[in-house]
């Protein structure tokens, strides 16, 4: 979609501007968000990109819509991916470690936001609904303490730092603290696209979701090599397709 860069890009500069960053410190945030994810990405057989790259290779890169770079831009790719579902009172009847579905919600932008100039273009309403919703239906009160993974939606950087603050992770405006702490690399409190993300898988549409859950499945299994996370209790993914001002979210808890 040849508007999409532009549509983040916009939401970048908003969020720079709104929380009081200088294009310096907002590129330099987001090059941080990718090159975690593209880390990750080298300790997963099943990426599309594995290698490192540097947060100083992301800041130089070719601009795609400023200040989106090319690594703050997920890749092109094909996929394929199925899932095997069963209810939950027969699922060790086929395996001895299923993991089992704690919450799964949707919710779907009605477009009020393109309409109406008080949309501020920093957060995506129905991330923020959906994720409340899944929170209520899994019982996490606290999900920053509760919560011990994510895979989420970064089609582009500045996606992916608005996701902390809308999924109830980080502060609103302060997700930056977060990424310079490290809170969501693999050795942080919470691992955000421990197999790499689309960054390091492309976006095959469909199939990534169930990527996403995929890769859950093996952190709660204990199965995930290298990057296992240690001791995960729920892991969260979040989809979404469209906009940040128009666009549908699903947003799932899982547990062991």
Request: proline share 6%; aromatic share 8%.
């Amino acid at each position: 979609n040849i508007t999409a860069p532009g549509g983040f890009a916009m939401m970048a500069t908003r969020y720079f501007s709104r929380y009081g960053l200088s294009p310096d410190e907002g590129k330099r945030t987001l090059a941080k968000i990718s090159s975690k994810s593209h880390h990750n990405g080298t300790l997963s057989p099943k990426a599309h990109l594995r290698r490192e790259i540097s947060v100083e290779a992301i800041m130089k890169a070719p601009i795609i819509a400023w200040p989106l770079g090319l690594f703050d831009c997920c890749g092109v790719t094909d996929g394929g991916a199925a899932a095997i579902v069963t209810r939950a009172d027969m699922a060790k009847k086929f395996r001895p470690d299923p993991v089992y579905i704690k919450a799964l919600q949707i919710a779907i932008s009605s477009g009020e936001e393109l309409m109406y100039t008080d949309y501020d273009y920093t957060h995506v309403e129905a991330t923020y609904r959906a994720g409340a919703k899944a929170y209520q239906e899994a019982g996490i009160k606290n999900p920053r303490e509760e919560i011990s993974m994510m895979e989420t939606h970064d089609c582009f950087s500045i996606n992916e730092l608005t996701q902390y603050e809308d999924l109830q992770i980080s502060p609103r405006g302060r997700a930056k603290e977060d990424v310079d702490a490290g809170f969501f690399n693999l050795d942080g409190q919470i691992p955000n696209q421990s197999d790499g993300g689309l960054k390091s898988f492309g976006h095959p549409i469909a199939a990534s979701g169930l990527r996403m859950l995929y890769e859950l499945y093996k952190q709660l299994q204990g199965k995930a090599g290298p990057r296992q996370i240690k001791n995960p209790r729920f892991g969260l993914t979040h989809n979404m397709g469209g906009m940040p001002p128009y666009n549908m979210v699903s947003v799932s808890i899982v547990g062991r």
